[in-house]
């Protein structure tokens, strides 16, 4: 059975004739045949010289009536072929009209239709209709590598991969982009052969496509619904978009939960799914609205117990939610692309802030791997720079590991940028990527940062410590100073400072704070600028709230 539209052929027939030429051409052969038997006895006599001529006017009316017999015949014929040309266009067009011209299935809307009719006339008891909802990962990526030439190719043949296997009585439709939704019958009883099914798609479109001298790999993440999880089957297209809508969630919630695999629906999804829209709004207000705030985490010389600089972190002070933390709301905003937005801001807030701090103290930054893909990005930093007359020299920015694994090139451009302009560059949670000596020696890293996961371990194991040593005894050779990060006791900073000269941070010295906190701080250890800017005074040390806890991950 074909289960998308492209091959098929509707039988066309004539349907409908001009019936008043028809009409008229019978009534001519009526009158051919009554003026006839008068006519051409008489010209027959008279032929044979039996009889005088035929009356004229008898003679022109058989010619005219003749005439009009093949006038008429004629004109049917030609309005028959016209309205047999225009029938077969019109079913061509309606047929057009329902499927996607990519791939040859059907499109969203006559698959809405097909679907709506298919759950109207079930029999919920004994049978049921599964919904599988389709995206390609990443499929971008491979327009922007490959080109959309290849892209089309690999919608082309995901279609014809994922074609062949369903089963007689299932329907493919294209949605648009990298989206595709079929449906399969299948027992209640026996849910386990959409499993199997599902799971022969994942193996069957990871296959590598072949373009030209190109080899793409492509996964899919799926979602499946099933009929018998909605409450009315009898709506028609609205029952099929609720179930195409469901599948969709658990589409949603494969890709979150690492892509390539599927899910069946659950309701906890679209509970999730609703709490994350309502983030994702949130997020969008707080931007406008100035609710994310920049607190501040110490750095300290660990053989002298100063302050040294302070760590910039990002928290939400939401109004509905409270405090949020950045774990929760920075894979958000990379996600929904306002993290550019949200980290200027904070960074422009954070050099206002430090520049009532002492000239020694530095402000460190962490920057997501989402703004190292910006090209503008290093000309964006230094405009602000600029802009809040903050020195680059007190500015450390911190990349993660995972940066250098998209594009070694534009980071190490974008790091060059920023080094010449007297910025400092850290790469932060090292030990937890994939970066290699090559590159720590290719690029020009200032510091190195020591991912917490191992100064933690150094409290209760002894591997721990070796592998602090390894990388302290590898940053030495390199000429890098280290910061250990996730200094959580007096334990493990006593054992840090038995290893070698390094700064230090984490909750030991006191959780982030908000900047009015931080000023307090700083002017008991008289670490206040000498000459503070004009919109610090004695009133911002207590007009803002004092800090509270969050989460330790920073923009």
């Known amino acids: 059975m074909d289960r998308r539209p492209g091959s098929a052929r509707q039988k066309t027939g004539v349907g409908e004739r001009d019936f008043v030429s028809l009409g008229i051409a019978l009534a001519a052969v009526i009158l051919f045949v009554g003026t006839a038997g008068v006519v051409l006895p008489a010209l027959f006599k008279a032929w044979n010289g039996e009889a005088a001529s035929p009356d004229v006017a008898l003679t022109n009316a058989l010619l005219l009536n003749v005439a009009l017999i093949l006038l008429g015949w004629q004109r049917y014929k030609s309005l028959s072929a016209e309205l047999k040309v225009r029938r077969k266009s019109e079913e061509e067009a309606r047929r057009l009209a329902d499927i996607d011209h990519l791939t040859g299935c059907f499109n969203r809307r006559s698959f809405t239709t097909l679907l709506g009719d298919r759950l109207t006339h079930l029999e919920r008891r004994e049978h049921a209709l599964a919904a599988i909802a389709l995206d390609l990962d990443n499929f971008k990526q491979v327009n922007d590598l490959y080109g959309h030439q290849a892209g089309d190719e690999v919608l082309r043949n995901t279609a014809d991969r994922i074609d062949r296997l369903l089963p007689d009585g299932a329907i493919l439709a294209r949605l648009g982009g990298d989206e595709f939704v079929c449906v399969v019958p299948y027992h209640p009883e026996v849910p386990d052969r959409v499993d199997q099914l599902t799971a022969r798609m994942t193996e069957q479109v990871a296959r590598p496509v072949k373009c030209g001298t190109a080899t793409i790999d492509i996964t899919i993440s799926i979602g499946i619904a099933s009929s018998r999880q909605l409450d009315d089957m009898r709506n028609g297209t609205t029952s099929a978009q609720s179930l195409m809508h469901k599948a969709d969630i658990a589409m949603y919630h494969a890709k979150k939960q690492g ?16 709490f994350r829209n309502e983030l994702e709004a949130g997020i969008r207000r707080g931007i406008v609205n100035g609710e994310f705030r920049p607190y501040y985490e110490q750095q300290i010389d660990l053989e002298t117990g100063r302050i040294v600089g302070f760590e910039m972190l990002a928290r939400w002070e939401s109004p509905e939610m409270g405090l949020v933390g950045p774990d929760i709301f920075i894979p958000i905003a990379e996600d929904i692309a306002v993290i550019g937005e949200m980290s200027e801001r904070l960074i422009a807030q954070a050099f206002q802030d430090a520049l009532a701090w002492d000239a020694s103290l530095t402000l460190s930054v962490n920057i997501s791997p989402v703004q190292m893909r910006d090209p503008w990005f290093a000309q964006k930093l230094l405009k602000l720079l600029v802009q809040h007359n903050f020195p680059a020299n007190r500015l450390v920015i911190e ?39 090559a590159q720590l020696r290719s690029l020009p890293f200032d510091n190195l940062k020591i991912d917490r996961a191992f ?31 996730g200094i959580e006791n007096e334990i493990i900073l006593e054992t840090l400072k038995r290893m070698g000269k390094m700064k230090g941070q984490g909750y030991h010295y006191g959780r982030p704070e908000p900047a009015a906190d931080v000023l307090r701080r700083l002017e008991k250890q008289d670490l206040l600028a000498k000459d503070l800017p004009a919109n610090v005074t004695e009133v911002d040390f207590g007009k803002r709230q004092p800090g509270r806890e969050g989460g330790t991950r920073a923009v």
């Not at 695999?261 to 799914?273: A, D, G």
């Not at 995972?402 to 920023?418: A, D, W």
């Not at 591997?463 to 990060?485: F, Q, W, Y």
Request: aromatic share 6%.
């Open 399 to 437: 990349i993660t590991e995972s940066c250098l694994l998209e594009n070694v090139g534009m980071v190490r451009s974008m790091i060059t940028s920023l080094r010449n302009q007297g910025v400092h560059i850290s790469l932060d949670d090292f030990g937890t990527g994939y970066s290699s000596l």
């Open 455 to 485: 100064i933690a371990e150094l409290k209760n194991e002894e591997n721990g410590a070796k592998l602090v040593d390894a990388i302290l005894a590898m940053s030495d050779g390199l000429k890098l100073p280290v910061t250990a990060e």
């Open 259 to 274: 892509k390539n695999r599927f899910y069946w629906f659950e309701p906890s999804m679209e509970n999730e799914l609703r």
